[in-house]
């Protein structure tokens, strides 16, 4: 793909002491803990957003709180630039490094320090998987809710970066809203600790400014969360529509009428037949618009509000409704939804766009998505978050031509744009990362943009820590010139 | 993925047959969660995805492999639990397979680890050699704490730990009437190592497909599956292999007629059913390839289609250990566990079930220190269940998890033929029904 | 300048020309306050920002030069009930967003906490001053605090530029989250102009049930044990016999009261109302109040009720971790004269202080027991003198929020002292 968004010219004089550089890191870590050989820089170069690469000078994989802290005074120092990295499982390019940065990478650090059931926390090193949290309380009847997509792969620390949401977020809150404390790296070296066990921290909200910062504030290293006891059932029953209008206008009328269920996800009907062709979860495949609604509690409580749920999709023509019958069904419906992405992949190469937008916009959205993208020659599949009006069309192309990659890019670009100006945001839950870095005018003044780049600089004066992303090059306070 | 290959380079079958996988990735890095090694290792180059990433960068470029890559790919367990994973469908084992096959061709290994390979690859396939080396092994045994420690000899300590430290036993005497009427006819897979280190498996297979009604038939000129030495990257001595036993099976299928080819070791059953694949380019064997392929079939498989009766419980508790080349492999996850449990026995999964348990193969011999760790983390997993026992269907994994548990494990297959009948295995010894 | 405004409740003759000291500004727009805090910032002058000065002695006590006011920013600028959002001026009465809520039949989930009776001061409390003080009651354990149902917001900085962060949506990860950080800033990052929030529906009905008898710890473990179940509790209270009888006009039963709130469909409360009493009966004799009982207690717990006193005695907001609370207050007890009852599961502890303060004991004692915070709500003007209002924080910690703060208001302009420490 040709490149459109540009990442910060390499500051030759870190280039220029390389080797001097990786002796030094090699003194910090252990052998295993250090990459630098060139070949195997090359898969650090990217991460889920393959449309950008760019090799790191070196990739660091600390084990401890100390050794981070140790790797990050040593580059803030020499001014080196620094590219945290979870599972690297970002849709937005914000694990992406640069020529001249040093990774630092989590994957080591997968230690469960602490379940305390009593003050329902758990508190994890940063490089612990989010699907293994509630893997761990498990068995005590707990469970952490945020569950973005992929997490099965991504980390903890990770998701404190972007702030991630999941389909279940709808009732339990995204990161942010379930994140008690963190253990925080600043980019000097120094340790610090963001709230702990109790439920609001004292003195600014630091916490949740970090929370979704994108690696620009410090590295989190580990997090104290909160656990939810789980609910004594949970189903989730499918609604077939024939139109996406249809399934739109229902999920604005299960909101409005007072109902909020778990989840309420959103599939056409490409998403659909991808997502079956995976997951064999029983989707209807004849209908143009599928709605994944799930409620919880006893058997009493989901059958009041499933026949309230009902009723609303009956007044709006509701083709199929289908309840799941047993919790290897329900998995699979899960399953089928939650591997909607990597499913793409069968079919196409894609780019994951992540607008959100007020519900009462979503049909209007939904119907120019699709003229968007059929205006730039392409085919959209959309699967996503109705219930938070969370879109993430996934525009289908074929990465091996540098034409159809860029009409995406563009497409891309103009989705995100219509969903700012339909009143929602550039990103709900992937974040800005490279991707939508550019478009950060387009939802910001520049008065607004300058005050969060202000408040980034108490952190990082240098502008070291995750330095190309986020926020626009050009207009940054003291920073580097921008490569051609 | 986007990809670089020019027109040329597609040319080659084996290079279109990668680039085709690699469009497929999408790089979304779930497969890094259920690497066994990513979860040990904790690197990206010793995930998936990472190794994915080498691998296109070798094959795009033209380059020889070099020791940086030959390291990560070497520490592939071709567990396959990637493959299960993934949901873009990114057939990794036959990416891998290409990989370790270039190794082969453009890199020169080390000596030590040239001897080593060496050996494995004139020994282990061949069952008469394997049990004297397995004789001279358990003479050597004392020697492997010396070796130990000495990195480059590691493997040689490996080989002989893993040695059974008791004579090996006996094959079980003569052949068992068939019960009338015959239902069908089926040839079993003797293979190569699994023989040597447990004849009982076999023969209590036979046992119970005869009580079943089912013929058995070992063809002349069958052996080793190839399995071994394809893992290894060397494709030609894999496809002799496959070759060989191709033909041993067309012979019984035009003579009398086949109704399966049974595979009592998973890990062969992986690679027989995947012959089809790797004779693909060969005009004479193509065809015939696919027809073995189609036939092969796990033991599980193939009795799960037998209706066996429903038996009492009796208070025994098995935990399944799923083998890699069974769950990921040939996705047979649910016939062994709903066949134990029609046999009375009540089935417990361990926890982190699709993870590998550091067998593969050589793998333990040839990257012992991941296998060590792989080994303790399923153990401790297994051991959790309070079984009473362990069922499986690979003589891998039995071989290197009875080096560390508890409890006895045994082939599935025993445990049926002693419900249905036969008689009580000898591990089993301290061990009650109700 | 300031826009020159006909509105009566403008102050248009500029205090700060004359340099005089306490005059009260009082915008009429965002523009207007714009600009009244760039002149404030060109002159050095230092100020007070409230909103209906209902909690304006919270913190460390201000000297600055003039008072900056949002309450004649009062509006609610957009309310779709479908969509569950709201957007008000910052000087909006929390009353007249309630009461336009319960028409539509939905409510400010994080119940947020009136301080006029236990401060005792007078006036209307604004939506603006409850998201600058981050102000969450009982439900916070099951819904998240203020902070986490705020969007979005418009403010000033501290050099007059009008900011937007945030947005109306759910969910929204663009940028640095200022919302946050503005949240709970107390005035001392910025003058808040507007706030858009979710809101949520009202349960169809509530119930609360009542364990009685409990020792303070026993209690702890009794909501704990509650708070793990899958029944839903939203607020968990620990009300021990000494503040017991103010509740209710003294209608709950004898000996220490740990209440437990179950919210939602009609279908389901009585079905979780019985799983829930089930498991809690090995505790105590368990009890129940029913609809509008159950919402009048929470409301009183929420306001603090048994230290609505009219008194100057300290009384400490303490958070801690849930399992905490109850040693704290123990250990509290062998060396101060202390009463206190507890909620959000025995992690928010309302303490009230017989004579000192002892904030040196106080926050010692939160240390040892694995962290939290203390934060002084009111006490005489002596005492609030010599004791910092908020949890002194560690030297890093401390430079950082300081380094934060001059971002936002460079000369520091905006409440000056009033978080220091």
């Known amino acids: 793909m040709s490149e459109v968004i540009a990442f910060l010219k390499p500051r030759a004089e870190v280039l220029a002491r390389r080797s001097v550089i990786i002796a030094d890191l090699a003194d910090l870590l252990p052998p295993e803990c250090l990459v630098h050989e060139a070949r195997e820089l090359v898969p650090f170069e990217t991460d889920a957003f393959v449309a950008y690469r760019r090799l790191p000078l070196a990739v660091a994989l600390p084990k401890t709180t100390a050794e981070v802290a140790a790797v990050l005074k040593y580059c803030h120092r020499y001014g080196i630039p620094v590219v945290p990295r979870g599972a690297g499982t970002s849709l937005c390019g914000g694990a992406i490094p640069q020529e001249d940065a040093v990774v630092i990478g989590l994957s080591r650090m997968t230690q469960i320090l602490e379940i305390d059931t009593f003050n329902r926390t758990a508190t994890v090193q940063a490089g612990v998987t989010n699907l293994s949290i509630s893997d761990a309380v498990s068995p005590e009847g707990f469970f952490y809710a945020p569950d973005p997509s992929s ?18 977020c709808l009732k339990y809150g995204v990161t942010t809203n379930n994140l008690l404390g963190v253990k925080l790296v600043l980019v000097d070296g120094t340790v610090i600790e963001l709230g702990g066990k109790h439920l609001d921290a004292g003195g600014y909200d630091l916490l949740g400014l970090v929370c979704g910062s994108e690696g620009q504030l410090g590295i989190v290293t580990e997090a104290t969360v909160r656990l939810i006891a789980k609910p004594e059932g949970a189903r989730p029953v499918l609604f077939g529509f024939d139109t996406s209008e249809g399934a739109g206008a229902c999920v604005a009328d299960v909101i409005g009428s007072g109902i909020i269920p778990v989840a309420i996800e959103f599939m056409d009907k490409p998403a659909i037949e991808i997502c079956e062709a995976f997951a064999k979860a029983g989707y209807p495949l004849d209908v143009e618009a599928l709605l994944i609604v799930e409620v919880e509690g006893s058997e009493a409580e989901m059958d009041a509000m499933l026949a309230l749920i009902v009723e609303i999709a009956c007044r709006h023509g509701v083709k199929t409704v289908r309840e799941c019958q047993s919790a290897t069904e329900a998995a699979l419906i899960w399953k089928g939804r939650k591997s909607a992405f990597g499913a793409t992949g069968r079919i196409a190469d894609y780019i994951c766009m992540d607008g959100t937008v007020p519900l009462s916009q979503l049909p209007y959205v939904l119907k120019r998505t699709g003229e968007i993208v059929q205006g730039f020659g392409l085919r959209v599949a959309n699967v996503f978050h109705a219930g938070d009006g969370n879109m993430h069309p996934l525009i289908l192309f074929n990465a091996n031509d540098p034409d159809e990659a860029a009409r995406a ?51 990082d004066a240098q502008w070291l820590m995750n330095p190309s992303k986020v926020f626009p090059l050009d207009g940054r306070p003291a920073m580097g010139t921008v490569s051609a | 993925m986007q990809t670089n290959f020019t027109e040329a380079q597609l040319a080659d079958p084996h290079v279109a047959q990668s680039e085709k996988i690699l469009r497929r990735c999408v790089h979304c890095g779930f497969c890094t969660a259920t690497c066994p090694t990513y979860v040990t290792l904790g690197n990206e180059l010793d995930s998936p995805r990472g190794r994915i990433y080498l691998i296109k960068d070798m094959l795009e470029n033209d380059r020889p492999a070099d020791r940086e890559v030959v390291t990560h790919i070497d520490r592939c367990l071709s567990c396959l639990a990637c493959t299960t994973t993934c949901p873009s469908g990114v057939d990794y084992m036959h990416l891998i397979d290409h990989a370790r096959a270039h190794i082969e061709n453009t890199y020169r290994r080390p000596l030590i680890d040239r001897l080593i390979r060496g050996v494995l690859v004139a020994v282990l396939p061949h069952p008469q050699r394997f049990r004297l080396a397995l004789a001279l092994a358990r003479l050597a045994r004392p020697l492997a704490s010396v070796l130990g420690r000495v990195r480059a000899l590691k493997p040689l300590a490996a080989m002989l730990e893993l040695a059974p430290q008791s004579p090996l036993p006996a094959a079980p005497a003569g052949p068992v009437p068939v019960e009338q009427p015959v239902r069908g006819r089926v040839a079993i897979l003797a293979g190569c190592a699994q023989p040597v280190l447990d004849p009982g ?94 036939l092969a079939k796990d033991v599980t498989e193939f009795l799960a289609l037998l209706d066996l009766p429903r038996l009492a419980p009796q208070n025994l508790t098995v935990a399944y250990h799923s083998a890699c080349s069974m769950q990921h492999g040939q996705k047979i996850t649910m016939q062994p566990k709903l066949l134990l449990k029609a046999a009375g026995f009540a089935v417990k999964d361990p926890a982190e079930g699709h993870l590998c348990c550091g067998s593969a193969g050589t793998y333990n011999i040839l990257q012992p220190e991941i296998s060590a760790q792989l080994k303790a983390r399923k153990v401790k997993n297994i051991e959790a269940t309070r079984a009473d026992l362990i069922a499986t269907g690979n003589i891998g994994c039995i071989t290197q998890i009875a080096t560390a548990a508890k409890m006895p494990i045994l082939h599935t297959v025993e445990l049926l033929d002693w419900a249905y009948g036969g008689p009580k295995p000898a591990k089993l010894a301290g061990l009650e029904r109700a | 300048m300031s826009a020159i405004s006909t509105d009566m409740t403008s102050i248009t003759a500029n205090p700060l020309d004359t340099g005089a000291m306490s005059a009260i500004l009082v915008p009429i727009c965002e523009e207007e306050a714009a600009g009244m805090i760039r002149a404030a910032a060109e002159a050095g002058r230092r100020l007070s920002i409230s909103g209906g000065n209902t909690r304006s002695g919270f913190g460390n006590r201000v000297d600055a030069d003039a008072v900056l006011r949002s309450a004649a920013m009062s509006g609610i600028v957009a309310y779709d009930p479908a969509e569950m959002v709201m957007t008000a001026r910052a000087g909006t009465p929390v009353a007249e967003i309630e009461d336009i809520l ?33 102000a969450s009651g009982p439900r916070r354990i099951l819904a998240g605090a203020a902070r986490d149902s705020l969007l979005g917001i418009r403010f000033i900085n501290g050099e007059g530029e009008v900011i937007r962060a945030g947005g109306r949506v759910m969910k929204n990860v663009t940028g640095l989250d200022l919302v946050k950080l503005l949240a709970g800033s107390f005035g001392t990052l910025g003058f808040l102009t507007e706030v858009t929030f979710r809101v949520a529906p009202r349960p169809q009905t509530e119930q609360t049930l009542i364990v009685s008898g409990l020792e303070d ?43 437990l709130r179950l919210e939602g469909l009609s279908a389901s409360v009585p079905v979780r109302a019985e799983k829930l009493t089930a498991a809690l009966h090995r505790f105590g004799p368990v009890s129940r109040v029913e609809a509008e009982a159950s919402a009048h207690l929470w409301l009183q717990i929420r306001d603090v009720l048994p230290y609505a006193d009219r008194s100057q005695k300290p009384l400490w907001r303490v958070s801690v971790s849930p399992g905490a609370g109850a040693s704290l207050v123990a250990a509290l007890r062998l060396e101060a004269g202390v009463d206190a009852f507890y909620d959000w599961q025995g992690g928010l502890v309302w303490m009230r202080m017989e004579a000192d303060p002892e904030a040196a004991l106080l926050r010692a004692l939160i240390a040892r027991f694995g962290g939290g915070h203390a934060t002084l709500l009111r006490a005489g003007d002596t005492v609030r003198d010599q004791t910092p209002a908020f949890e002194p924080q560690p030297a890093p910690l401390a430079a950082l929020s300081e380094r934060v703060r001059q971002k936002l208001d460079p000369a520091g302009i905006f409440n000056p002292g009033k978080m220091g420490a």
């Open chain 1, 151 to 168: 997490q099965l792969a991504c980390t903890i620390g990770g998701n404190i970066g972007m702030n991630s949401g999941g389909a279940h």
């Open chain 3, 217 to 259: 710890d026993v209690g702890a473990r009794a909501m704990a044990l509650a708070m793990g179940l899958s029944v839903e509790v939203s607020g968990a209270a620990h009300l021990p016999e000494s503040v017991r009888g103010r509740f209710l006009s003294g209608r709950l039963p004898d000996g220490a009261a740990t209440v």
């Open chain 3, 102 to 134: 319960l028409e539509n039949n939905q409510m400010l989930s994080f119940e947020p906490m009136d301080h006029r009776a236990v401060m005792g001061t007078e006036g209307e409390p604004t939506i603006g001053g409850v998201f600058a003080t981050n």
């Open chain 1, 409 to 459: 890019e563009a497409a891309g670009n103009e989705i995100l744009k219509l969903c700012v100006d339909a009143g929602g945001c550039l990103t709900g839950e992937h974040g800005v990362g490279i991707e939508k870095r550019d478009l950060m005018r387009h939802q910001y003044s520049k008065a607004d943009l300058h005050q969060q780049m202000a408040v980034r600089a108490a952190f």
């Open chain 2, 201 to 294: 498996i076999n023969a209590a297979t036979v046992r119970l497909l005869s009580r079943l009604g089912v013929e058995i038939v070992t063809p002349k000129g069958e052996g080793c599956c190839g399995a071994l030495v394809h893992h290894m990257g060397r494709e030609a001595a894999a496809l002799d292999f496959a070759r060989a036993n191709v033909d041993a099976w067309t012979r019984e299928i035009e003579a009398g007629g086949l109704d399966a080819i049974l595979i009592t070791a998973s890990g062969c059953g992986t690679t027989i059913k995947d012959y089809g694949h790797m004779l693909r380019l060969d005009p004479a064997y193509a065809e015939k390839a696919a027809r073995v392929s189609a």
